[in-house]
């Protein structure tokens, strides 16, 4: 199944195969090929290049095609300050300098930025067919709020019937966008209205809704899809969004996603979001942002959620971090990796492994995350499997699969992050790749030959020696020393001759030898149980 | 005396501005902020009970209100209206002296960014809390906000971004502050912000709502 057709099928609240991935690649996408935001903004061909490669880079099942809510505001006569590094913003509010709304007219087609933008949308249809494309609109409080600056809070309270002609305004701009946009080959008409986040849900139903409504309406129509984006601390108006009939919601961090989850599902809408733009995508790690986007997936599950970021994501968010999501939601076993990482992990004691491997027989741990359901891990298992024989039980192999929790402590313990990796003697291997059988069975002869070097070194031992008498033990004390001498050794002698302890060592023919090794196993440290049965398991 | 801080407190409250104003539609037709406090001030009140009794009072009260998610930016922005009103009959003893300012207040929208609805609130509340603000405006970087710091010495900073795209800003200008003015105190706000953000880039005060950073200033001070 195309991504596109992934995407639509969350729309409809159909269950998924895999949930949908739309990163909201604004002006990241110039980051992408080199151009400041200012240049890529106001040019159909730098807007197609930055989306194709965003595409290219982050295999996404939907994009947007530009997220900039100050088109249409500066068509409408508002001043804008560019900036390199972000979209423009608006500066000026030409209703405050003596314009007034009947002065204004519905943009064409052609007008400003849209002719550009219609044709990346063209270009991006045509050479992406199997990616959903989101056209993105402000919305009609925003676009209210750019023409008449902040004075329109004051004016519902003051002037309630001046401020819904100029919504009624505003919104018919967002049909005719919205008409624009669909033509040119969106699947999607995102209506980003992130200023209603600043009024209470009374006045968004009384200045909102009624046009917001008429808008998803005409979408409907126009046989597209609609989504209705807020930013911020929004909670209070998801309801009265939801009472607009798009077909989805989307929402930032700033709104708990399990929350938005059961207004949307309620009221039979599908929902977005919710990726922490900021902490976790600019600032963390892939492996934060992968936990991150995990834990959203759960939450959202496979029936109508898109996995998004919570907005437009920063020009410099690190391409490894994006591409992080990517790599989960196309990959189930990262998926269960972090799943039981996260779900572990923060209650683990780690075990103080410093001293494992020391045992005669060299230990390969295969980490997996079960080798019956991770076709990586089974071949990973096979591989050592096969080279043990090799070695004639020299080399133990076992497989620890993570979704156990003593498996996922001793992962964690040995600072083990992928799955599969193999360990030799505790000591990371092989890691995600299956190693050659030649490399394999080298490293582990390395590691043989340096356990035979320790052995060699470390050895110490004891003889005892019994008998019922001191002289029936002689003739073979001095065989000891001379054999000791020959060798150029030394070993400690005991002769025992009580014959209580003969009882006790079961001796009943003498005389007799025992001999005892003494191989220091661990210092300086408490080595833990798990360690210590490795050592008796190596005795008996 | 008590009735008549009483009225201007609830004038700022429900934002009732002047007798003209026709908002809040229950008080349609009755003295506002503006009258009574001229009135307080006429009839010999003193100025800084006028400040603390009436106007602070009311301003706290939609503070909270707004934190508590009753009343939302445009209610607080008629209340702001309302105590700025008011306030410009106290204007002459602040500029005398007679009236005390509690600290000094620097507030900016980080550079970027030319968003300032939250910037004004907070700008707003902390005015009617009794602090001399000074404004920055929008797009306020670094070197701007350490030269207002160093005319204003022993001043708290407020850094506002509304934008995902220039919040990141905020963690570079909290550093060259704390670089070029170590022991100043840095609040930020704004829509994408949060508490965690706030550890990650070492401000010392995060507040989801202009009342917290009021509370806050007023903690600092006491």
């Known amino acids: 199944m195309t991504g596109r057709a992934l995407v639509k099928q969350a729309f409809q609240l159909r269950k998924a195969e895999r949930i949908p991935w739309v990163p909201f690649v604004g002006v990241h996408g110039a980051r992408l090929i080199g151009a400041t935001a200012t240049a890529y903004l106001q040019s159909a061909d730098l807007l197609f290049q930055g989306v194709s490669k965003a595409i290219e880079l982050y295999q996404p099942d939907g994009i947007p095609v530009v997220f900039d809510l100050q088109m249409e505001a500066e068509i409408l006569g508002c001043k804008l300050a560019w900036s390199d590094h972000n979209p423009p913003a608006v500066v000026s509010h030409p209703l405050l300098e003596g314009k007034t709304l009947a002065d204004m007219q519905i943009p064409d087609k052609n007008a400003g930025r849209i002719k550009l933008t219609l044709e990346a949308t063209r270009r991006l249809r045509n050479a992406h067919p199997d990616v959903a494309l989101y056209g993105l609109i402000t919305g009609p409080f925003t676009l209210a709020l750019h023409l008449l600056g902040t004075d329109i809070f004051m004016k519902m309270l003051e002037d309630p019937d001046s401020m819904t002609a100029l919504l009624q305004f505003t919104n018919e701009v967002g049909k005719h966008m919205a008409s624009y946009y669909i033509e040119a080959g969106c699947d999607i008409v995102a209506v980003v209205d992130p200023m209603t986040s600043q009024i209470d849900p009374m006045s968004f139903e009384t200045f909102v809704t009624p046009c917001a409504t008429g808008l998803f309406e005409h979408i409907r129509q126009q046989g597209a899809l609609s989504s209705f984006f807020v930013c911020g601390h929004a909670q209070q108006n998801i309801e009265a969004m939801c009472g607009c009939k798009p077909d989805n919601i989307s929402i930032d961090e700033n709104i708990p996603l399990d929350y938005v989850k059961e207004v949307a599902l309620k009221n039979d809408l599908s929902f977005g979001g919710n990726i922490k733009l900021t902490v976790v995508m600019l600032m963390g790690t892939p492996n934060d942002v992968q936990e991150n986007a995990l834990e959203c997936m759960d939450m959202g599950g496979n029936k109508g959620f898109i996995l998004a970021p919570g907005c437009d994501m920063p020009m410099d968010t690190p391409i490894e971090n994006v591409k992080a999501v990517t790599g989960l939601v196309h990959d189930p076993y990262r998926q269960e990796v972090v799943r039981a990482m996260e779900k572990e992990q923060s209650k683990l004691d780690l075990l103080n492994l410093k001293d494992y491997g020391q045992t005669d027989r060299v230990v390969v741990d295969v980490i997996t995350l079960d080798s019956e359901s991770c076709a990586p891990c089974q071949y990973m298992v096979e591989a050592v499997k096969k080279v043990t024989p090799h070695f004639e039980g020299l080399v133990e192999w076992r497989e620890h699969a993570i979704k156990k929790l003593e498996a996922v402590t001793f992962m964690s313990s040995l600072m083990v992050k992928n799955i599969p990796t193999i360990c030799i003697d505790g000591k990371i291997a092989f890691v995600s790749q299956i190693p050659p059988r030649q490399e394999l069975i080298a490293a582990i002869q390395k590691r043989i030959n340096e356990k035979l070097k320790l052995k060699l070194k470390s050895k110490k031992g004891e003889l005892f020696i019994f008998g019922k008498t001191a002289e029936e033990c002689q003739d073979l004390i001095a065989n000891v020393k001379r054999a000791t001498a020959e060798l150029g050794q030394q070993m400690e002698i005991k002769m025992i001759t009580d014959p209580h302890q003969l009882a006790i060592f079961g001796i009943t023919e003498t005389p007799a030898a025992i001999l005892a090794e003494y191989k220091v196993k661990s210092t300086g440290t408490n080595p833990s149980v798990e360690i210590i049965k490795e050592w008796v398991k190596n005795v008996y | ?222």
Not at chain 2, 115 to 126: R, T, W
Not at chain 2, 168 to 194: C, F, H, R, Y
């Open chain 2, 1 to 222: 005396m008590e009735e008549l801080y009483g009225k201007i407190a609830h004038c700022v409250e429900f934002g009732k501005i002047n007798l003209a104003s026709p908002y809040p539609p229950d008080m349609k037709g009755q003295e506002g902020a503006d009258e009574l406090t001229k009135k307080a001030i006429d009839e010999g009140f003193p100025p800084e009970e006028v400040l603390k009794k009436g106007l602070v009072v009311g301003m706290e009260k939609i503070g909270v209100k707004f934190r508590e998610n009753k009343v939302f930016v445009p209610q607080v922005l008629m209340s702001a209206k309302a105590m700025s009103t008011a306030m410009e009959h106290l204007r002459p003893f602040f500029e005398s002296g007679a009236v005390k300012r509690k600290g000094i207040f620097v507030i900016g929208t980080v550079a970027g960014d030319l968003h300032d609805i939250g910037k004004n609130l907070v700008s707003m509340m902390v005015k009617g809390s009794g602090f001399e603000v000074v404004d920055l405006g929008t797009d306020v970087n670094g070197q701007q906000f350490i030269e207002a710091i160093k005319q204003h010495p022993g001043c708290y900073v407020g850094l506002s971004a509304l934008l995902t795209t220039t919040m990141v800003n905020m963690e570079k200008i909290v550093a060259e502050i704390k670089a070029a003015v170590p022991d100043t105190k840095i609040l930020i706000g704004g829509a994408p912000v949060s508490e965690e953000f706030k550890e990650k880039i070492h401000a010392d005060f995060y507040s989801r709502d202009p009342q917290g950073a009021v509370d806050f200033l007023n903690r600092s001070v006491a």
